[in-house]
């Protein structure tokens, strides 16, 4: 007994000796994270605005479909390209946790991977526009090749970048540098799609798309000199011995990680239910401008005029929104065309031009002609973009302030508040779009964010590739649900479907969920 008590009082005074270590190599990292603080957030702010401004030049929703566009007509190389754009990002992320978890040096590991799997590929796609006036199909499947290497690599890169801001900036400081990140891009990025359509009209094809890609690949290539340049704190003993037991775990033994992080934390699975209902009601973004074009274009006889929707790209949120918008517009007016009068002399075409700083669809007829003021188009989307900035701005300070889960919150009631204004009210659409630039600018800030704050020190990969998997997977089934709905009870059901997902959302985050920042301070 005496034997077996002495065992029991040196493993409590190692446990002891152990947590004391884990504390002062706690203390000394904080102490220098406070120290450095300035500094990377400053580098951080660089970081996102080259890089904004690099994406502008090869957009997924403009530059990427209109180069192929002009390499090929093939439907199924377009939905190639489409499949790549929408779910490269998301399809990797649950497969690298492991590898991610296992570096404990996270900006070695962002360097690195996001050179080879976000720069490089990049130059790559400027090389196929290069080599497209040669042979168009060596140019097409070079294009392809290094655009699903660059959308999966940035899939990969994605959880190990949000870790290092975990790293490197205090939680109660990360909501301001992602809004201001945001807030900056979406100026450099609006910078950058007018430069790269100047460029579009100045040179001829396909030198306009090569200088437009290679600028994109510079610009990127800036922006990871300032992530080589950020201060790490140093990892505490706690962290590498966490990484090397990471390391040793194969893929089953990283599924079964998986698996006992959800069924062990009640909160965060809840957590991940609420983010796919709120991935799943944006499915109604695409369909307010089709509602707007519904109550505001008129069919007008006998004259010859032309439609245009400019559409401003901005972030990856608004890439999708805008990607509903252009089928929706483009099936509402086809089916305008078709039933107009029933005339088998009308020569109706759609010709789409489109190039990174707007889409614009043209809709021409030689003796019927559905026309739109192009500046009540142009004003819903810049109330849209004004209600996605001040959504960056508001919620990044905000979040620090009382937390992401407030955030969220607000997201939720912003969006139903769009949704049943359009199914009730139908006039005054610039509100809905403004309401729904909020509640994006919310959701790109804190969707991420608070699946960060859920997590520790060991596990913060596996949380948000968790979560943004989930998220991802929720956003792709529904637009589809949401087809399916709009065909048995129409389209403004869409609207009231939506509402009901994001109020759902809303009772589960107000009642249910409780904020990770308030239990860690307990």
Known sequence: KI??????????????????????????????????YRWNFSLLLFEGAFFWFGLSFVSATTMVPLFVSKLSENSLIASIIALITQSGWFLPQLFVISWIESCHKKKELVVRSGFFFERLPTYFIALSAFLSQFSTSIGLFLFIIALAWREIGTGIVAPAYQDLIAKCIPYNKRGRLLGLQCFIGTTTGAIGATLSSVLLEK??????????????ALAITISWLFVLATFEPPSTAQEIASANEASKKNTSQSI????????????????????????????????????????????????????????????????SFFINVEIAADSLIKSNINNNDNNDNNNNYIDSNLNDNQLITKIQNQDTTIISDESLVGFFTTSLLFG?????????????????????????????????????????????FFFVGISLGALEISGVLLSIEFSDFKSTSTYVGVTNSAAGFAAAVGPIIGGMIAMLFGNDSIFLFAAILEILAFILLRHIINDPRLIKKT
């Open 3 to 36: 034997n077996n008590a002495m065992l029991e009082l040196n493993t409590i005074e190692n446990n002891q000796e152990k947590q004391l270590n884990f504390n002062l190599d706690f203390e000394n990292t904080n102490e220098l994270l406070k120290k450095n």
């Open 256 to 319: 079964e990680l998986l698996k006992e992080v959800i069924n062990r934390d009640h909160n965060f699975r809840k957590f991940i239910l609420v983010r796919m209902l709120l991935a799943a009601g944006t499915l109604a973004n695409g369909f307010i401008m089709l509602a707007a074009i519904q109550h505001t274009i008129q069919p007008i006889k006998n004259t010859t005029n032309n439609l245009y929707f400019n559409l401003p790209i901005e972030s990856n949120l608004i890439d």
């Open 203 to 216: 040179f001829s094809f396909p030198f306009d798309f090569a200088l437009n890609f290679f600028i994109a």
């Open 388 to 432: 996605q900035t001040c959504g960056y701005l508001f919620f990044g300070f905000l979040a620090d302030r009382a937390g992401h889960k407030l955030s969220l919150e607000l997201s939720a009631l912003a969006s139903s508040f769009a949704y049943l204004w359009v199914f009730f009210v139908k006039r005054f659409f610039q509100l809905s």
